[in-house]
């Protein structure tokens, strides 16, 4: 059982310079979520989708973009990568309002 | 600004003892939930709190929820080396939809 899987585990970009985080999970969820981990930050929400079709800003939504075509794929964007966006990004999942299922996380550095 | 806020930052405990942590949040809430993570990897789940639910148990986890104050707090009992992991309180709201919201979290260290 994968559950949820996150593409690429790292990656460096640098100033200027885009890309795309892919997350998938196979366990059929309607919530998916991103999310960034900086040192003594915890996770602070970054987008949300509550279906299929569907995206909602989080509380640090700016210069990120998502969409969720497929209900089993969420994808953050960055479309001119910052150093301030420099941080581990986690994918998580969940059924409605319960239990998130987390992937390991995407180490991301902007030089 | 973040909807949980845990305290203290950091715990460190000898093996055996307790571990209490605490949590606060500003809005009202659907669910608040506790996870662990540790070094380097995923958040993983430890219990779920319903808002209208006062005291959880799950083995060594007991989770109390007090909804007038606005707060929550975590014990883990006898605790051991393998416990030492960052936790942290998370709120599922009943507006704005549903989105779950984290809080700084605790690091926990137990001695062996």
């Known amino acids: 059982n994968a559950g949820v899987t996150q593409t690429p585990k790292f990656r460096v970009l640098k100033t200027g310079q885009s890309m795309t985080l892919l997350c998938a999970q196979d366990?059929?969820?309607?919530?998916m979520y991103w999310y960034r981990q900086d040192p003594g930050m915890g996770l602070r929400l970054i987008h949300y989708s509550v279906g299929e079709g569907t995206t909602a800003k989080g509380e640090v939504p700016d210069g990120y973009n998502v969409s969720r075509l497929k209900k089993q794929n969420f994808l953050l964007g960055l479309e001119s990568a910052a150093p301030s966006q420099t941080s581990v990004y986690f994918c998580a999942s969940s059924k409605y309002t319960g239990e998130l299922f987390f992937g390991e996380g995407s180490r991301l550095t902007v030089l | 600004s973040q909807q949980g806020e845990e305290d203290p930052q950091a715990l460190s405990i000898q093996e055996g003892e307790n571990a209490t942590m605490n949590c606060s949040y500003k809005?009202?809430?659907?669910?608040l939930q506790w996870y662990r993570q540790n070094s380097g990897r995923g958040l993983v789940h430890l219990i779920l709190i319903r808002s209208n639910e006062r005291e959880k148990h799950s083995g060594r986890l007991r989770v109390t929820l007090d909804t007038s104050k606005k707060s929550s707090s975590l014990l883990i009992t006898a605790s051991r080396a393998a416990d030492t992991a960052s936790y942290f309180c998370a709120t599922a709201g009943n507006t704005g939809g549903f989105k779950t919201i984290f809080g700084a979290g605790t690091r926990l260290f137990v001695k062996a």
């Open positions: 809005t009202s809430i659907n669910n």
């Open positions: 366990m059929n969820h309607e919530y």
